[in-house]
């Protein structure tokens, strides 16, 4: 394939990124660059030749031009588009809400929920980990972000979503107005598996009361799980993410909608579109609630609904 197709197919997946909204490319230049490449350069004027006084050139250059029918207005060739397109308006959203419904000792509740999970020791992860990764961000809005578990980076630093598939995160729900800072984002489990393999059954039934807490204490509005192991555990359901994605289940009556995890958006960009849609519906329902959501995106079926429990009783006895 010659490298110039190649060049304006990638230039054309960066606009269209921005366009939709994404700002994985955030910088206003990068999306003048574009439009300048897309533009198709001015051809040059052929050069001026003399024409022969003689011959039979000469006579075809005298000929007169061959009359149109009465009537008939001479067609001209479109003239070239040149001007670049308007960049597409970006969405504009209001201030997210603010949780209500807690318990005012709910901050309090957490950090006690979080020095148990520090200590924890009921699995074999705890041998290997640097760091308990318990959330990341504040709760004030009542949003909640789950994903599987946490990374190298996020062992390292102690916080969830910090690396490359983080930071795309941020720039996500920085598209639907909101500051990453204010939703609460945490894992099924809060250590990492060594060399960032999948989660064993084991070590998710050993974990997950840690997170079934927090929702407890959190009352999110609504919450996003972020690929195929969150989803599946929330939701009690073998279905591929492909197939859950972009549908609203319940979960203990709070709206959930699955997504794609961002890790697999920087392998496949082309989910990048799929991912801004189902954001959209996800900033939908924080907003105005399951009565804002179209009836063909709302599941029938709906989790079973799962024991409440108290901190001091989630693991009993260590």
């Known amino acids: 394939m010659e490298r110039a197709r190649i060049l304006r197919e990638l230039a054309l997946q960066i606009e269209g990124e921005l366009d939709r909204g994404i700002l994985c490319w955030p910088e206003p230049e990068w999306n003048e660059a574009v439009r300048r490449f897309l533009t198709p350069p001015a051809q040059p004027a052929a050069p001026h030749r003399p024409a022969p006084s003689s011959g039979p050139a000469a006579f075809a250059r005298r000929r007169p031009p061959a009359a149109e029918p009465t009537g008939t207005a001479r067609r001209r060739p479109p003239a070239a588009e040149t001007a670049p397109r308007a960049p597409k308006k970006q969405p504009t959203f209001p201030p997210p809400p603010e949780a209500t419904g807690r318990a005012p000792d709910w901050e309090k509740q957490l950090a006690a929920l979080k020095r148990e999970a520090e200590a924890c020791t009921r699995c074999q992860l705890h041998e290997t980990r640097t760091n308990v990764v318990f959330n990341s961000g504040t709760g004030t809005v009542p949003l909640v972000f789950i994903s599987e578990a946490p990374g190298a980076n996020e062992d390292a630093q102690a916080e969830a979503f910090v690396g490359r598939a983080g930071q ?151």
């Open 168 to 318: 795309l995160l941020t720039k996500i729900i920085a598209a639907i107005g909101i500051d990453r800072k204010d939703v609460y984002i945490c894992n099924v489990l809060k250590c990492r598996p060594p060399q960032n393999r999948n989660p064993l059954p084991v070590e998710i039934e050993t974990c997950s009361p840690y997170l079934f807490k927090q929702l407890e204490i959190l009352k999110p509005r609504v919450i996003c799980t972020l690929g195929l192991f969150a989803t599946q555990l929330l939701l009690e359901s073998k279905a591929p993410i492909g197939k859950l994605r972009g549908r609203v289940f319940r979960y203990h009556d709070t709206p959930l909608l699955p997504t794609y995890h961002p890790a697999a958006l920087l392998r496949n960009p082309g989910l990048k579109r799929t991912v801004w849609e189902d954001v959209q519906l996800l900033r939908k329902l924080l907003d105005e609630g399951m009565a804002a959501v179209a009836k063909d995106v709302v599941a029938a079926e709906t989790p079973a609904r799962r024991p409440q429990v108290a901190s001091r009783d989630l693991f009993g006895a260590q």
